[in-house]
């Protein structure tokens, strides 16, 4: 994690590289666009791997596995979701990244997803179900690690994206970069694992969370540890639930949405499906909107919010 940008760069060309000169042997190499399109790859991957860098310096926790599969031979055990039917379906998959914390009381563990768009864990989308995958994740990850706890679930965004600054003076343009490409997440509400995450007085890897007098902020995504253990256990519930509705023959046209985004805007389906929005007769499935406090007296045992019809 310390080596300086310049050998980062080196590092990412020296594994796209031989991708690239055999897309660039193909028809997809044939024309100056595809070129063009392969150096906006090529730049990409550099300011990837120069960010993993930089927020892997920024504090303690290091790069434990990449491409980790669960569910597959050699790998950590499959998810296993109970059914109220007494069924079990087993889920198999990969997960882009864990790092991990040794403690002298645990190691701690975080989950991060590479996204080609900039994404965040949302209250509401978290606890309907409609942001599962990273919950799932870092279950699976706690449970087949011995005396590990869960210390956060990540997106991570993989561009070299453009910024918007007052000036084209390049500290200031690479500080605009540093925000817009932190982790983003829920965190667990611990100073100590907050700071092993990023120790940096000015955030580089996560956004600002605490106060000037190390108390979390309004409206930081962080949650008490019996809070986060509640969320995986309800992540892993709502997953059964949902399995239990596929086996079921639940098949009702029923699309979510939430804010100003639907289920629709990115649907493979959305042409056979037979829904459409534009009828008298289309309704979409409002999700009940809910911010990160509803969010932590839910996961507390409170009810603050009527449950979704």
């Known amino acids: ?31 100056a ?9 090529r730049q990409t991957l550099r300011r990837a791997a120069i960010t993993i860098t930089r ?23 499959p998810i296993v979701l ?8 087993m889920l198999r998959g990969k997960i882009d990244r864990i790092d991990r914390y040794d403690a002298p009381e645990a190691t701690y563990l975080r989950v991060i997803d590479y996204k080609s768009s900039r994404q965040d864990m949302d209250a ?10 990273l919950l799932l994740y870092l279950d699976i990850c706690v449970a087949s690690t011995p005396n590990a706890l869960p210390a956060g679930a990540f997106y991570f965004y993989v561009a070299d994206p453009l910024v918007e600054s007052p000036t084209d003076a390049q500290a200031a343009v690479e500080d605009a970069l540093r925000e817009l490409l932190q982790l983003r997440g829920i965190a667990l509400a611990d100073v100590e694992i907050l700071q092993a995450m990023d120790a940096q007085e000015q955030p580089v890897a996560l956004p600002r969370m605490l106060d000037s007098k190390g108390q979390p902020k ?43 985004a639907t289920a629709c805007d990115y649907c493979d389906y959305r042409s056979i499906c037979g829904f459409d929005p534009a009828s008298p007769e289309a309704a979409f499935r409002t999700v009940p909107p809910m911010d990160m406090a509803d969010l932590r007296e839910r996961l507390s045992g409170g009810d603050a919010l009527p449950r979704e019809d």
């Open 33 to 41: 666009m595809s070129q063009a399109i392969f150096e906006r790859a």
């Open 55 to 77: 927020h892997l310096a920024a504090g303690r926790f290091a790069l434990d596995r990449t491409e980790a599969a669960f569910g597959y031979p050699g790998g950590m055990p």
């Open 124 to 133: 509401a989308r978290t606890w309907w179900g409609l942001q599962l995958q």
């Open 218 to 260: 309004a409206g930081a995504k962080l949650l008490e540890p019996e809070q986060l253990r509640a969320l995986l256990a309800h992540a892993r519930e709502t997953a059964a639930n949902l399995a239990h509705g596929i086996f079921s023959g639940q098949t009702d046209v029923s699309p979510a949405q939430s804010g100003g």
């Open 1 to 31: 994690p310390h080596i300086p940008d310049e050998e980062a760069s080196a590092i990412a060309d020296a594994a796209v590289d031989p991708l690239l000169d055999e897309l660039m042997q193909g028809p997809m190499g044939d024309g």
């Open 82 to 89: 109970a059914l109220p039917d007494g069924s079990q379906v």
